[in-house]
């Protein structure tokens, strides 16, 4: 490798200390060997993997966020091993996931960059930071986090992968965020993290503070965002509505009243069209600085799950998960088939998604588990349905 070849970011050093050659060599060729080794399989063989790490459904979602993981693998080693100028190749994409709650936008992410391609990956709630000067966190500081899952490297970091949850929560209007101080603070619509956050996005250097403090006079290092690709997740509870009345006004110039027909503002478990999506005008209705969703190279529609999708993750996952908890505490586990229906039809009636599976399950068998962990005894566990309720009983091994 020829490394004056490459423009990678450039980081900065202690004040007061001269930087010390040979390390920074040693650094060097350490993360050299780092993204060599990265693994790089094809869209499809990743696509596979998520399969194999149980994530289910949102296949038009998982080609996409496969093929852009592949190029961001790609152009990392394009660029710090092959040596090909950043310039003579397409930039960063940065992603936006927009789709309901339980319908897999994190999961995918954390399965996809963090444990199949085991790049420094960091899940950032988005509503906790505020604007630069004000109470709440530092938006700089979601950099920090992902300078902590790269093991404190700033080289490793800046090709990781930031996850910014609850993105819809900073839209003007919609920011709920609740910290310490909450009532002093100016940044009340989330416009101030929203600035913050344009640059980070495109690519900056920015000065990153090395741990999570709000002290100006902690050490830091720059950090260029050249290479650290963002994906943004919100469920965005409402979008649909404002798209909807704002394509009725375009089209037949319907009123404020009937603008909104048809669509239940109270649903929770709602589908994005593509069009709906792609009109920046509908975030900038949302709360949305366009400069800001500009910055987006792609967003990604999430589907709400349906019945089929979200049985096959209860019993490939919750149900293999608590099976084998049983059995670790001398219990067999045996959950009839009419419990599963009965456990996916609770989910979708209360649009909880995936997320709901679990705790429906956890809630019957909390009396049971009291009682029967840790008392060094055996059984079978039955899990049946009786006049439509969830009942469980314990019987001998």
Partial sequence: MVIGQTKGPCYDTPSGMEPNRKVRKQGLEHFIKFVRELPCPSPQAMFQALHEHGYRGQEPARRALCLMAYRHVRRVKRIYVDGVDRA???RKSNFLCVGPTGSGKTFLVETLFGKI?????????ITTYSETGYVGQDPSTILTRLLHTADENPMLASIGIVCLDEFDKIASG???AIFAG?????DVTGMGVQ??????????????????????YADHVVMST???AFIAAGAFSGFQQIAHRRAMRDQIGFGRDQAGAGVDPDAIAVDFSAEQVENVANFQSYGFLPELIARFTRVVPFRALDAGTLKDILRSDVIQRVTREFKL???????????????????????TGARGLASTLTRHLEDIAFGAFGVDQAGTVRVSLKNGD???DVGPA
Avoid: F, W
């Fill in 226 to 228: 050249a290479d650290i």
């Fill in 182 to 186: 909450a009532g002093t603070t100016k």
């Fill in 195 to 216: 600035r913050e956050l344009l640059k980070m996005l495109e690519a900056s250097e920015v000065v990153v503070p090395l741990d999570l403090t709000h002290s100006s």
């Fill in 174 to 176: 919609q920011n709920n």
């Fill in 88 to 90: 003579e190749l397409p």
């Fill in 329 to 351: 505490e001398g219990y067999d586990l045996v959950i009839e088939e009419a419990v599963l229906d009965h456990i996916v039809e609770d989910a979708l009636t209360r649009e």
């Fill in 117 to 125: 391609l085991k790049l420094p990956t960091a899940l950032v709630d």
């Fill in 390 to 392: 969830i009942a469980v």
